[in-house]
Each structure stands twice: as structure tokens, then as C-alpha cells.
């Protein structure tokens, strides 16, 4: 059973930093492609970032730049560091395969940029 558990949300202030982490089971973590996706109220989710098994990284315009996407293969894990964060970036985040499987879809992680 494949499990994707998502860590690192919080409140941070426009122009702030966060983490976060995803910590994967149940899947042969290193030779998926791992994207990072967010969905805010109201609108669809759509993928931010992801990241190739050899480390080829893509970004969504709206955070090229400011968010860098990484992976530690050994510990299952795959990253999604955000600088110069603004209140658009406010959702909920999430980690799936790339392209995303419906049935790894975990809980997510809120962020929120608010002063």
C-alpha cells in the first residue's frame, strides 16, 4: 500500500521560507518521477514542481525561481523548499508520483502567507 505522508506547512509571512518534506512507502521510491502539487480554494490542483529519478528538475512558471524541488533517494523522501513566498502560494500542498496517480493522493500540508 502506497503511502505519501506530507510535513512542513504552517503559517509564514509574505516574503518567508518553508520546507517542506514528503516521506514515501510502498513504492520503489527511486525510480519514480515525484512532483509536488497545491490546490487553493477554489481552484483546480495543479502541479508545481517535480523531479526526475536522475535529478532533472521542472517548475510551474508562478515559482520558478523562488521554490526548488530535491530528493533523497535513500530516505524516501522528496523536498520542496519555498523562498520569497506570497499570499498566491497560499494552499494546500501535496506530493504524488509524476504524472500523479489518484490513488496515492495523501492528507497535504497547509500553507498559509498571511501577515
Known amino acids: 500500500q502506497v503511502q505519501l505522508v506530507e510535513s512542513g506547512g504552517g503559517l509564514v509571512q509574505p516574503g518567508g521560507s518553508r520546507r517542506l518534506s514528503c516521506a514515501a512507502s510502498?513504492?520503489?521510491?527511486?525510480?519514480?518521477?515525484m512532483g509536488w502539487y497545491r490546490q487553493a480554494p477554489g481552484k483546480q490542483r495543479e502541479l508545481v514542481a517535480s523531479i526526475h529519478p536522475g535529478g532533472r528538475t521542472n517548475y510551474a512558471d508562478s515559482v520558478n525561481g523562488r521554490f526548488t524541488i530535491s530528493r533523497d533517494n535513500g530516505k524516501n523522501t522528496v523536498y520542496l523548499q519555498m523562498n520569497k513566498l506570497k499570499p498566491a502560494d497560499t494552499a494546500v500542498y501535496y506530493c504524488?508520483?509524476?504524472?500523479?496517480?489518484?490513488?496515492?493522493w495523501g492528507q497535504g500540508t497547509q500553507v498559509t502567507v498571511s501577515s
Open positions: 504524488n508520483s509524476f504524472p500523479a496517480r489518484s490513488t496515492y
Open positions: 510502498g513504492i520503489i521510491f527511486s525510480i519514480n518521477t
